[in-house]
């Protein structure tokens, strides 16, 4: 990943890998503990499958093992999943394009997962804790992360975190819908890297996004010269692989 940035021109201040953060994480884990809302998770996964859909397409956790409390000498004991039980009600929120984002997360989504059953810590609590720890304030991802902003701006009053500002933006989707992403088997780095120099892959990239007319070599310090969120599309686009280009498809999803 740092050598794909690198080469395509894009500059960081520093990197931090997750696992060198687990004493902040556990932290977070005893300070949640001695808030009597940690919980051991012994549902199985069949169970978990059958819950009722959330808004970004899991499962709704409905608190089933809320009675398991642990404490703060507890938690590192037991092998089993962990949860926090989120307070009830609803979070008004709203990103800088004006995106809501309100929700009541508890109601919408469940309690969320924060350590997984191999001891690795979950998404929801790394992501919050490692925000907090890096002083982050404003945090700018893929519209499809939208729907989990309220679980974290609950679990970060949790944690007496502050709240960064947010923006969702656009994403670029394979042509069956799905987000372009390696997860799904898209095309991979080393794929474009054969059909195109840094120069041109970003002015794929920029016009897909809207910020060009045409798909034309450029770099980041070009694009950041006259940038404004207000020139970058806000549909998704379908960008599609035929083995050979990348073919931007005009109709959003």
């Not at 938690?75 to 009541?104: H, M, Y």
């Not at 974290?152 to 987000?179: D, F, I, M």
């Not at 390696?182 to 897909?208: C, F, N, P, W």
């Not at 770099?219 to 970058?232: I, K, N, Q």
């Amino acid at each position: 990943m740092q050598r794909d940035l690198e080469e395509l021109g894009l500059e960081f201040d520093r990197t931090t890998l997750q696992s060198e953060n687990r004493e902040a994480h556990e932290a977070a884990l005893d300070s949640l503990a001695e808030r009597g809302v940690l919980y051991r998770c012994r549902c199985t996964r069949k169970s978990l499958r059958e819950a009722d859909a959330t808004p970004d397409g899991g499962r709704r956790y409905p608190g089933t093992c809320r009675a398991l409390r642990v404490d703060r000498g507890s938690w590192r004991a037991t092998e089993d999943p962990l949860r926090v039980e989120l307070p009830r009600g609803r979070l008004e929120i709203r990103d800088e394009s004006g995106l809501s984002l309100s929700q009541d997360p508890e109601a919408e989504m469940g309690d969320p997962l924060v350590r997984r059953r191999d001891g690795a810590m979950a998404y929801h609590l790394a992501s919050v804790v490692d925000d907090g720890e890096a002083s982050v304030t404003r945090i700018v991802r893929g519209r499809d992360l939208a729907s989990t902003t309220a679980t974290q701006t609950a679990l970060r009053a949790l944690l007496e975190l502050p709240v960064p500002a947010y923006r969702h933006h656009l994403l670029l989707l394979e042509v069956h819908g799905t987000k372009l992403a390696k997860l799904h088997g898209s095309v991979d780095r080393e794929a474009l890297r054969a059909r195109y120099t840094s120069a041109e892959l970003i002015g794929v990239l920029a016009h897909a996004a809207g910020l060009l007319s045409r798909p034309e070599p450029t770099s980041p310090g070009e694009l950041r010269g006259d940038f404004s969120w207000d020139r970058v599309a806000t549909d998704d686009r379908v960008l599609a692989w035929d083995g050979q280009r990348l073919a931007l498809h005009e109709t959003g999803h």
